[in-house]
């Protein structure tokens, strides 16, 4: 059984709009995963889609408190990582910039040591006027495809990394 995220209360699955659940099994180790997660900045080298990705208040990682910004499919947001538990564990709040209608998400991310590397898993609640509009009604199972191709990136990345480490 592997970890889940821990939900701050008003995130929670069971009070949200919108949910999605991702994971996969990477052949590398746990700290070569994480060291891609948190070096935000850099997400666009194995993912594309996230290249506009700029960490605010100071430092190359994300951290807890870090506060960033990204524009995520065209549309930008504000984020501060809630939870940062080292190689295990990483979350953050979203809200979306100039919405007005309280919209927010929360995105986390378990990576559980295995025998051959790890188990990586994210989760993500979305709440409000705002997600329910764009991701619920104009883009049924967007955050779930969005975050598929994401966690498939991550690992390639990681276990490219491992093996050129290893080499």
Request: hydrophobic share 40%; aromatic share 12%; net charge negative.
């Amino acid at each position: 059984m592997y970890d889940r995220v821990i939900w701050p209360e008003r995130y929670s699955p069971k009070v949200s709009a919108i949910y999605a659940l991702n994971d996969i099994d990477v052949k590398a180790p746990p700290e070569v995963v994480w060291k891609l997660l948190v070096d935000a900045e850099k997400w666009s080298r194995y993912f594309p889609a996230e290249d506009q990705v700029k960490i605010l208040s100071g430092g190359r990682e994300l951290g807890l408190g870090t506060r960033y910004s990204r524009v995520t499919v065209g549309f930008p947001m504000s984020l501060v990582v809630t939870e940062c538990v080292s190689d295990r564990r990483l979350a953050w709040a979203t809200t979306v910039d100039g919405d007005e209608t309280g919209s927010s998400a929360y995105h986390g991310w378990v990576i559980t040591p295995t025998a051959d590397g790890c188990h990586v898993l994210t989760e993500e609640t979305q709440q409000g006027a705002w997600f329910l509009e764009e991701l619920g009604r104009k883009h049924p199972g967007a955050l779930y495809r969005y975050h598929e191709l994401w966690v498939e990136s991550l690992a390639r990345a990681a276990e490219a990394e491992f093996a050129r480490m290893a080499g």
